[in-house]
């Protein structure tokens, strides 16, 4: 259970990152070519081929409307001469998406209700005997209904149908050969809903008889919509009178790609052509149907004509999509592309951390686990040993040290007694000042205050005061810069560790820094002025304005 708890005590934590700057220049040199592969990827692929900054559609609205022309004659020992229109080669006559053109067929004329022998061509119409021709029963892919008898002439079943059944014989050759000049006027009317786009793939042009004397060339005239047919089985790969003897399946493809953040005549359609059908053999090739037309003889009797076309069926396809800018795409495709980045930083990561010989370093100097309570508990367990650690050391000094060598001198340490009074930060720079000269002098008492030093409120007992000996003001100033440098490198080399006996604090006079017990705090400004006083006076400030008795000795003490 303790396992489980502090599982979930873990589940608490919070993670952050923390960044490590590794000298690794495998690493360094993966991770940048990384980079600039992704960054290959964003502008090259996202931005520049697929246009990841647009808002698309795709759901194109579409019409299509086709017109055919051509005229052609046949002439056959059946029927004789037939002239073939638009009327009567394509089915259905009404021009849409898709379309039938013949291009051969098998006529059947004059056939009238009645009896007749079933087609030996037919397996389910064969027979040896009546028995084998069951009254009623419908021929099987065949042509009519049994009557019951069978032919020995033909050794098939009798039926009842439309007499004579269909001659089969396929023309080897084409019989409507013209086709292949015919021309087919596809016109397309295309629409993109979502952004209010519509066009048609007719040619903006004021020429009013440009559509009559164009056709359809890939270089010359790209956005003509009349096609010659011949050139539409053509641009498939394949012959067209092939094609036209047993029949076949094309794909017109016009593509819509329109980029909308360009004028709208760069939108133009794009045209392929394809064979849908698949001629994998003989037998299952081409393309087929049959038809006929009604009509009354003299008699009133109904006949028809049959015929069993083979021609091209052209399916005409339309695709597109339409793309314009939009922010939201643009933040995700660059919202991508920094997923992917951060999808190398941690792929390197992982080789850095786990998969090298120095995976343990780093993992030490990346994984820290921060506890505030305890590392603030921890600190303050070692600030106090350091103050104790600092408060013995001078300790232990001074107790090593032999009488002879605690004599004091005019810069040796003094122990303080009592606490003075203090006084302003600019009394005690001029009082320093003055006494610089006269290092080696004695001390003398002044009974009387000057003139211009206002009277103090408290004076403790036994106050004694420097008094200036008599000199001109350019010597003393001379004397005050040159002792003010001295006083500078003195402190810089006699500032040691901050003695037990000394504590912090802060004077009133502009935050200067504060020296109480005869010591230099240690988070004291370093001034001209402090320094002065700190050589002149073995004091503290306290406030009152007033030199100590200590001060008088001229000794310092540096904590």
Not at 103 to 125: D, H, M, W
Not at 311 to 332: C, E, L, S
Not at 455 to 482: I, T
């Amino acid at each position: 259970m303790a396992g489980w708890g502090g599982f979930c005590v873990s589940l608490l934590n919070y993670k952050t990152e923390k960044f490590v700057i590794a000298e690794n220049k495998r690493i360094g040199i993966l991770f940048r070519l990384y980079q600039l592969a992704v960054l290959g990827y964003i502008i090259g692929w996202v931005f520049v081929v697929s246009k990841g900054y647009q808002a698309k559609e795709e759901a194109i609205q579409t019409s299509v409307i086709t017109k055919l022309k051509g005229v052609t004659l046949t002439n056959s020992s059946e029927t004789g001469l037939h002239l073939w229109s638009s009327e009567d080669y394509v089915i259905p006559p009404n021009g849409e998406q898709v379309f039938f053109v013949v291009t051969n067929y098998i006529e059947t004329p004059n056939q009238r209700l009645g009896i007749c022998a079933e087609s030996f061509k037919v397996p389910n119409g064969r027979c040896l005997s009546d028995d084998d021709c069951v009254e009623g029963e419908t021929v099987i892919a065949g042509h009519g209904i049994k009557t019951g008898l069978c032919i020995n002439r033909t050794g098939t079943c009798q039926i009842q149908a439309w007499c004579p059944v269909e001659y089969s014989m396929r023309p080897t050759e084409p019989l409507l050969s013209e086709v292949e000049n015919f021309t087919v006027y596809i016109k397309n009317f295309i629409r993109f809903p979502k952004f209010e786009f519509s066009k048609s793939n007719v040619l903006e042009t004021s020429d009013g008889s440009y559509l009559k004397r164009c056709s359809y060339d890939r270089e010359n005239h790209p956005y003509c919509p009349i096609f010659r047919l011949g050139d539409l089985v053509r641009w498939t790969g394949h012959d067209f009178k092939d094609m036209a003897a047993k029949g076949g399946s094309v794909g017109v493809l016009i593509e819509w790609n329109c980029d909308l953040d360009k004028d709208s005549s760069h939108c133009n359609p794009e045209y392929s052509f394809t064979r849908l059908d698949i001629n994998l053999n003989n037998v299952s090739s081409g393309y087929n149907f049959r038809y006929a037309r009604y009509y009354k003889d003299e008699n009133g009797e109904t006949c028809r004509t049959l015929y069993k076309v083979y021609g091209i069926r052209f399916d005409i396809m339309i695709n597109g999509q339409a793309g314009k800018f939009n922010i939201v795409p643009t933040i995700i495709a660059i919202g991508s592309g920094l997923a992917l980045i951060g999808a190398g930083a941690f792929a390197c990561d992982m080789i850095l951390l786990y998969m090298m010989n120095t995976s343990s370093f780093y993992r030490e100097r990346k994984f820290e686990i921060i506890n505030f309570k305890r590392d603030r508990a921890k600190t303050k367990d070692g600030k106090a040993g350091h103050r104790e650690r600092k408060s013995k050391k001078p300790a232990a000094e001074n107790s090593s040290k032999k009488p002879e060598e605690t004599e004091p001198t005019a810069e040796s340490q003094t122990p303080v007694k009592k606490r003075g009074p203090t006084i302003p930060r600019n009394t005690g720079q001029r009082y320093s000042a003055l006494l610089s000269p006269q290092e080696e002098s004695p001390e003398q008492d002044v009974s009387e205050k000057t003139s211009d030093e206002p009277p103090s409120e408290e004076q403790p007992p036994g106050f004694k005061a420097f008094v200036p000996p008599a000199s001109s003001l350019e010597d003393e100033q001379k004397r005050e810069e040159k002792r003010g440098e001295e006083i500078k490198n003195e402190a810089i080399q006699s500032r040691q560790p901050q003695d037990a006996s000394c504590s912090t604090g802060q004077s009133r006079y502009g935050g200067a820094a504060v020296i109480q017990h005869g010591c230099i705090a240690s988070h004291s400004y370093f001034t001209d002025e402090l320094w002065s006083l700190t050589l002149g006076y073995n004091s503290c400030h306290v406030g009152s304005g007033r030199v100590s008795q200590e001060a008088a000795t001229g000794e310092i003490q540096t904590c």
